[in-house]
C-alpha cells in the first residue's frame, strides 16, 4: 500500500478494518463528462 499522508502510527487494526468493509461499500460514480464540464467552468474566471 502507498500514499501521500504522514505515518499512521497505531491504528493498523483501524485502517485494516476499513479496508475489510471496502467491497460493501456504495461503488463511486464520478459526474458524466457534462457534469465535470459544468464543475470545470465554475472554476474559470467570470
Not at 461503488?27 to 470545470?40: H, I, K, N, Y
Amino acid at each position: 500500500m502507498s500514499t501521500h499522508l504522514p505515518s499512521a502510527r497505531g491504528v493498523n487494526r483501524t485502517l485494516l478494518d476499513m479496508l475489510d468493509e471496502a467491497p460493501d461499500s456504495p461503488r463511486f460514480v464520478g459526474p458524466d463528462q457534462a457534469a465535470l464540464e459544468a464543475m470545470l467552468a465554475q472554476f474559470e474566471p467570470a
